[in-house]
């Protein structure tokens, strides 16, 4: 089997709860959204080459034609790992597309799942791969979709269904304009499958800075529900890495 795939690359976990973990980013080609603040638009179709990074963290990149196969990805992971390397990160795009060729690889790490969450088919059929599960619960203001509702929905089946297996939290990106009306239902929705799952407000990195009273606000209207509430900035963006 092949895949499409943007670029490989090792760098350091910027979002979440494991920002600061080293990690071998594999950034798949397409997605099915279209959030107004995506930061990197260019995966949403395939790309005819692969960037690939030579050394690991040096940003020296070559480029390779896609499709690419899963021997070959396996091996230029393999290149890119290093004693504090702890994760595969399968990005995008959104990587449970490629579900099926994700399945193929054995490459003898735990993979880290970074997902918009829209496709619960797709990830029922990861669940047992997959070590850590970064699920987006996407926000109207996000304008991600024409059915907002049927999105919400299939979010949180995918949540449940990775919660089961898998180290799981929740990003919610803030915008400025983000109210807690409209994330009202992504903190009940969670609340009903586990009040325990971490729920990371992530402010949007932009010119337009979300408003610290905000995020408290944000956070403590989360709080009543949940028991593990956090905001967490995109920390990569801080330090200049991809």
């Known amino acids: 089997m092949e895949a499409y795939i943007r670029e490989i690359f090792n760098s350091i976990q910027g979002e979440g709860p494991y920002a600061g973990v080293r990690q071998v980013f594999v950034r798949f ?17 395939n790309a005819e080459i692969c960037r690939i990074e030579r ?6 990149f070559y480029s390779i034609d896609n499709p690419i196969s899963r021997d070959d990805i396996v091996e230029i992971i393999g290149n890119l790992w290093t004693p504090s ?22 490459p003898g790490h735990p993979l880290y799942l970074e997902t918009n969450s829209g496709l619960p088919e797709q990830a029922q059929k990861l669940k047992d791969m997959v070590a850590v599960a970064s699920c987006d619960i996407k926000l109207p203001e996000h304008n991600s979709t024409r059915d907002y509702k049927k999105l919400l929905k299939n979010e949180l089946e995918t949540i449940s269904i990775l919660s089961r297996t898998s180290q799981t939290f929740v990003k919610v990106v803030v915008l400025p304009g983000t109210t807690e009306q409209s994330i009202s239902p992504a903190v009940d929705g969670v609340a009903s499958i586990d009040e325990n799952i971490p729920f990371i407000l992530q402010p949007v990195t932009s010119d337009r800075p979300v408003p610290p ?14 028991k593990d509430v956090r905001a967490i900035p995109q920390t990569h963006k801080m330090m ?3």
């Open 29 to 45: 080609c397409q997605c099915q959204l279209h959030c107004e603040y995506c930061d990197t638009p260019q995966t949403r179709s």
């Open 55 to 60: 050394t690991p963290g040096k940003g020296d």
């Open 85 to 106: 390397t702890r994760h595969i990160s399968l990005t995008g795009g959104e990587p449970l597309i490629h579900a099926d060729f994700i399945r193929t690889l054995e």
């Open 213 to 226: 009273e905000l995020l408290f606000g944000l956070m403590d209207f989360a709080g009543k529900k949940l």
């Open 240 to 242: 200049g890495l991809l």
